[in-house]
Structures are given as structure tokens and as C-alpha cells.
């Protein structure tokens, strides 16, 4: 077994079909990992919870290219990129 | 919508103690057109060159080709919108062009001030490169403009596109009391045929996202260039200038969308082979998945409630703006339109998909050969004997094409240059094709 790879991509339609086997939603083309337009606390939050879903993605076994979102099942109220 | 164009063919053209036109012949009044360049204050610098097909010269940097257009009867102004001009809706009554000729935008004004696009673009008038564009056919009237360079890029932007175009305006004036040599009349009559309903998508760069202005330069529509829901032109509004200006390539100019000979045949077959329905710009560069989906329904909802049964489409830009054309191609296919793509291919090396979404809807596609000139394997093009422009040239890292390993160097613009990073003949104009 090799390495696993999460990849968070702003445009994760290109990253799955492309092969990328843990794909985490980013936020937007100009600032994938964050919002800067949310100030620095929530920017901070918000950019968190992605890296916490990528980290979480790595520990998730997959069969094939796989999105993983980090919006899921949480209050939009963050989420003013997607 | 009626519009009668005008051609008044240009087969040469020197400067003059007037500006006019007389049997092919433009002649200009240098003074008087460059006063025209200069009525804006922020132009500190500006001089004008000609250059003609089949000579050793080279323009750097080339941020537009112009084809000079003036409205003789009719409301509005030719390439409306854009840089401050009148707004009104164009496309009706008489235009009159000057044909074989382009008003060649030199200055060394960049994109926007986010930087990333740099302007790669130089033209020779001899040679294989020169070949590889419309450009080297035609007469060439290059106003060397630069201005006040404590400005904004923006603005620096405003003020060199808006001279160019007033000097495009100067010598089209020229023929506005004349009879034009040639006449073609555009409109798009009903079709009492039950032929088949077309449009045309056409997808231009929006530089909002890179650029984080609203008001950045590049092709816009009306002037506007901020990212927007898909609009619907006639066709002739296009013919009139409401959708111009550059973005990054030289197939991207105010010229090649002005003479796109896929907009030029849909009009004039419309009646016989198709109903061709008008134009649908889309804007692209989305930065979400979302916001890339949106559009791309949108536009092919837009094209269902024109009555549309196919839609031709094309783009002229690059990379994730792919996304948003190629899933309008598959909204389109899955509202029961049929589609035909029209784009260069990426480089397939090693294996690589030359579509960075390669979708199963897209699946009529005209190549237009790739888009990189490494791949195309475009010589570089060598010395030449006068340089309209800049001396030198700098070659930035990733652009450069077998010299200098990909490092920034700055060359003498007449000696061997790599060519310009892209190619992308976007709307058709050569006949390169790729291997398959």
C-alpha cells in the first residue's frame, strides 16, 4: 500500500475525473483553503474544518476517486465560498 | 435587426496631409490622428508605424489588432461600451469597415495590476510565424502608445485601448461620405424552411477573478468584462463591436472576434443550410464548482427557450475555464441540443486527456490543433530588420520556448525569440488540425 493523498480542490469535478482518489471540496479558485472576505476568526474556522476534512479523508479507505465535503451536515452560515 | 456593412478594401496605406480613402488606398494625416491619441491626458507618449505583409519587421508588444469600423446611419457607436464610450444597443442601419487593415495596439501596459497575465504577443510580417496568423495579410497601422505610467494598470489600460480606438475612429471617418465598393447586408429574417434552429455560445475570458476588479480589462460585452449570466446578441450587435477587445492571445483580438468566420457563415447560411437564432455569450472563469455549473445551465436554458435544436461553441481562454464549456456542451446535450465544439487540444503527453474534462457529451469536436506552441513545435522565429515597439523582450519563466531553459532573460526583440507561449486559433481562422 502506498501513501494516501487527499486533495482539496476548488473545482473537484476536474480533480475526480482526473484520478485523484481523496478529493476534499475547497473553497474557491483564489483561495482554496479559506475566505478572506469572512474576516480573520471565521476565515480561520472555516479554513480548519477543510484541512480537518482532508486529514479525515486520509484515514477513510476508498475504491476510487472519492469527494469528501467539508460542508457536510454543518450550518451554512460559514460557507459563503461555496 | 438590420445592418448593411460597408467594405471599403485598404491595400495600402501612407501618411498624408489628410486622411482619407481613395481606390484601396488609405491615406492618413498623421498630426490630425495622432492629436485624436492625445485628447486624453493620461497619453504621454505616442507615435505611429506602418507595416505591411511580407516585410522584416516584428511588433512588440501586440495588445490588440483593431479593425477601424465607423456607424454611418443608425443609432450608437462601433465598439460600444468599452473604455467610456456610448452604450446604446447596436446592430442596425450602416456600418462601414475598412477591409485588409488593423489598427495595431503597441505598448507595454500590462493585463491588470493582479499581474499573472502577462502580454505575450508579438506579430512578424514575414516568415512561418507570421503565417500562423490573419495578421501578416493585412495592412498594419501601429500606434506606439504609452501612458502616464504612475497610473493604475487599469486605468493605463483605459486610456491605451480607448486612444487606439479613436485613432480606429479617425481613419474609419474617412469613409463615411463615400459609397462603399462593397455591400453585404446582414439580418435574420424569419425562415418559412423548417431548418434547423442554431445558436452560437460563445465563451470569453473574464479576468474579475484573477484580476479582483470588476472593471479589469479584456474582451467585454458593452464594455463590461465582470463575470455575468450569459447574454444574448445579434449577431450583428457583434459585427457592430458590442462584443471586443483583447484577452491574452492573438487570436483573442478585437479583429478576430470583428471577422470570426464562424459567426461571418452562420449568418450568411442562415435561411439555407439552418435557422441560426443569434448569439449566446457566456462568461467564463467561475471560481466554484457551483458557480461553474450555474453557468453552464443557465446558458444551455437560455439556448432551449430561443427554440435552439443546436449550438455551436466556442472559447479563448484556458485551463478551469474548460469546466464551464464543456459542461454547457453537456446541459445543452441533455436539454436535447445537439452540439459541435470548436477548441485547440492540450498537450497528450504521456497519455494526459487533451480535454481537461473529457465528458461523453462532448463528442463532436473540430480540432484546431493545440494550444501550446511547444507542442505545435513552432520554430523560433528569427532575426527581422525593423522593430515596431520595444527593443527588447522579456522572456518570463514558463513561457520561453528553447532558449534559455525557462529563465527570465530579456532579448533584443529583433534577433530570435521564442514565440509566444500560446497559440490557440480559437474561432478557426488557420487550418492546423491535431494528429490523432
Known sequence: MGMPVGMISAIYSFALTTGANRVVRGARIEHVCGDPGLGPEKDYAYGMRIVRAALHALTVPVTGPTLFDPHAGEAEEDAHAS | ??????????????????????????????????????????????????????????????????????????????????????????????????????????????????????????????????????????????????????????????????????????????????????????????????????????????????????????????????????????????????????????????????????????????????????????????????????????????AAMLGAQGAVVTWDAGGNEFIEVVRTIQACERLGIKTVFLTSEDDATDGAPTMLEPLPEADAIVSTSFFKNVTLQVPDPGPVARVIGLPTKVIRRGSSVGLHGGADAALPTAGTLPPPGRYDDHYGFGSLSAIE
Not at chain 2, 45 to 64: H, K, N
Not at chain 2, 164 to 180: C, E, M, Q, S
Open chain 2, 1 to 302: 435587426m438590420r445592418l448593411e456593412v460597408g467594405s471599403f478594401p485598404v491595400r495600402s496605406i501612407a501618411f498624408g496631409s489628410a486622411t482619407r480613402w481613395a481606390d484601396g488606398r488609405l491615406t492618413v494625416d498623421k498630426a490630425a490622428a495622432l492629436a485624436e491619441v492625445r485628447r486624453d491626458g493620461r497619453i504621454v507618449t505616442a507615435d505611429l508605424e506602418i507595416a505591411v505583409p511580407g516585410e522584416s519587421v516584428r511588433i512588440w508588444p501586440v495588445r490588440d489588432v483593431i479593425e477601424p469600423r465607423v456607424k454611418v446611419e443608425g443609432p450608437g457607436q462601433c465598439y460600444p461600451g468599452i473604455c467610456g464610450r456610448d452604450v446604446t444597443t447596436v446592430g442596425q442601419g450602416r456600418t462601414h469597415r475598412l477591409d485588409g487593415m488593423g489598427v495595431v495596439e503597441v505598448s507595454s501596459v500590462n493585463w491588470h495590476d493582479a499581474g499573472g497575465d502577462f502580454v505575450e504577443t508579438y506579430l512578424d510580417m514575414a516568415g512561418p510565424f507570421a503565417a500562423m496568423y490573419p495578421y501578416h495579410r493585412l495592412q498594419l497601422l501601429c500606434l506606439v502608445v504609452e501612458p502616464d505610467p504612475t497610473l493604475s494598470d487599469e486605468s493605463r489600460n483605459d486610456a491605451v485601448h480607448g486612444a487606439a480606438l479613436r485613432l480606429a475612429d479617425h481613419v474609419a471617418r474617412a469613409t463615411v461620405p463615400l459609397t462603399p465598393p462593397g455591400r453585404e447586408v446582414f439580418a435574420l429574417p424569419p425562415c418559412d424552411e423548417p431548418l434547423p434552429r442554431v445558436v452560437y455560445v460563445w465563451g470569453v475570458h473574464s479576468p474579475q477573478a484573477m484580476s479582483g476588479s470588476l472593471t479589469a480589462f479584456c474582451t467585454a460585452t458593452y464594455g463590461l468584462t465582470q463575470l455575468t449570466p450569459p447574454w444574448v446578441l445579434h449577431p450583428n450587435e457583434v459585427l457592430d463591436g458590442a462584443l471586443t477587445g483583447p484577452y491574452r492571445t492573438a487570436f483573442a483580438m478585437s479583429w478576430t472576434v470583428a471577422n470570426n468566420p464562424l459567426l461571418l457563415d452562420l449568418c450568411r447560411r442562415h435561411g439555407r443550410d439552418w435557422n441560426f437564432l443569434g448569439v449566446i455569450v457566456l462568461r467564463t472563469e467561475w471560481t466554484t464548482q457551483h458557480e461553474k455549473q450555474l453557468a453552464a445551465n443557465q446558458t444551455a436554458k437560455t
